[in-house]
Nanobody, 125 residues
Framework: QVQLVESGGGLVQAVGSLSLNCAAS????????ICWFRQTPENEREFVAG????????SYTDSVKGRFTISRDNAKNTVRLQMSSLKPEDTAVYYC??????????????????WGHGTQVTVSS
């Protein structure tokens, strides 16, 4: 059983920056992808960014390209989402998710077996 724990959410003003971390309870092996989804009460769950644990290949949804960066720390078994130039529309609960498919990064939540409890990100205008 893999447990994922998110941290780093909070309140930030527009155009500010925030970093989210996802810590996995077990050592990630090569055939693993870890990604971030987000959801608001009004919208369906949305893929944000994902990274392959082995090759480090990454994928982003168009609305965050150039503003968000996903990275992994093999030694700490964590994935970081660095968010900059934040906009009010980035406000959501952000969830960390993992699967054992790896690459290519799946952008549909149904392909992920493991989920964190989520962390709130609020961007004020």
């Amino acid at each position: 059983q893999v447990q994922l724990v998110e941290s780093g959410g909070g309140l930030v003003q527009a155009v500010g920056s925030l970093s989210l971390n996802c810590a996995a309870s077990v050592r990630c092996v090569s055939s693993v992808a870890i990604c971030w989804f987000r959801q608001t009460p009004e919208n369906e769950r949305e893929f944000v960014a994902g990274i392959s644990w082995s090759g480090g290949g990454s994928s982003y949804t168009d609305s965050v390209k150039g503003r968000f960066t996903i990275s992994r720390d093999n030694a700490k078994n964590t994935v970081r989402l660095q968010m900059s130039s934040l906009k009010p529309e980035d406000t959501a609960v952000y969830y960390c998710a993992a699967n054992t498919i790896g690459w290519p990064i799946a952008t549909t939540g149904g392909y992920y077996e493991y989920w964190g409890h989520g962390t709130q990100v609020t961007v004020s205008s």
